[in-house]
């Protein structure tokens, strides 16, 4: 199963990949169909939840935690993130044995996504390459009873489920002025000998230039390389 966002909604230069995750996880949930007679999604906790919205589906950006992938002053920044994502499935609950035995079918149901081949991927429009999710680091689940409405009066029966997924951010320098091309003049020392010496001669280098494929990049900027091809003699 696998999830391809329209161009038009979703690129690295204006989303986080931790956002590209969590909406791209949201994606495949809502074509599961035991989540299709899910009345109300979700993916902030602003608003309280009413019986009319009953079942409930919840899906957040819990915590992000960055740690420098490498040595922290060691070229550009690079960062292994650890996001916390989390479900919330919340259902009216007339009876326990039953409301418990749904949400862990509903948390059966979320675990399978980790069966498919491609769980990890999340492709993205050319030019930018997919995003890509190294690991799962830890998970939890937890089933919470209560009331739900402006009267408290409806039981519901939640299922609280995280999993914490790793993946590395990076952000190469902007190269806004590539060095293109250097001129270098090879002379002797003034005053020579006349005929000791071979005359002054100046060597013209063009720096080969690459275009840059982080999703980040603006404008299409160039990045320089080491490569160098002497063109010219005069």
Same mark, same amino acid.
């Given at each position: 199963?696998? !999830?391809?966002?329209?161009?038009? =909604?979703? $690129?690295? @230069?204006?989303?986080? #990949? ?5 909406? /791209? ?16 999604? +979700?993916?902030?906790? +602003? ?17 992000? =935690?960055?740690?420098? @992938?490498?040595?922290?002053?060691? /070229?550009?920044?690079?960062? &292994? ?23 862990? $079918?509903? !948390? ?33 689940? =937890?089933?919470? !009873? /209560?009331? +739900? ?12 489920? @995280? ?5 590395? $951010?990076?952000?190469?320098?902007? &190269? ?9 003049? &090879?002379? #002797?020392?003034?005053? !020579?000998?006349? /005929? ?6 100046? &060597? ?19 990045? +320089? ?6 063109? =010219?003699?005069?």
């Amino acid at each position: 199963m696998s !999830y391809r966002p329209p161009s038009s =909604q979703f $690129t690295p @230069d204006l989303h986080s #990949y931790s956002f590209i995750i969590r909406d /791209g996880w949201l994606a495949r949930i809502k074509v599961l169909p035991t989540f299709q007679s899910v009345k109300r999604w +979700a993916t902030t906790t +602003a608003n309280r939840i009413q019986p009319e919205q009953l079942p409930f589906f919840g899906c957040y950006i819990m915590d992000e =935690q960055l740690r420098p @992938d490498g040595d922290p002053n060691a /070229g550009e920044p690079r960062f &292994v993130n650890e996001m916390k994502l989390g479900f919330s499935v919340i259902i009216q609950n007339s009876d326990d044995s039953v409301a418990e035995k749904n949400l862990d $079918t509903a !948390y059966q149901m979320l675990m399978g996504l980790l069966t498919y081949q491609g769980w990890h991927k999340f492709p993205m429009p050319a030019p930018w390459p997919a995003v890509e999710i190294e690991g799962i680091s830890r998970g939890s689940r =937890q089933f919470k !009873y /209560g009331n +739900a409405g402006n009267n408290q009066e409806t039981p519901i029966a939640e299922l609280r489920f @995280d999993l914490t997924f790793r993946h590395r $951010t990076f952000f190469p320098p902007v &190269v806004t002025d590539p060095l293109e091309r250097i001129h270098v003049t &090879v002379a #002797y020392p003034w005053p !020579y000998e006349q /005929g000791a010496y071979d005359p002054p001669f100046t &060597v013209q280098y063009d720096l080969l230039q690459e275009k840059s494929t982080m999703p980040y990049s603006l404008d299409s900027p160039t990045f +320089a390389t080491p490569r160098l091809r002497k063109s =010219q003699e005069f």
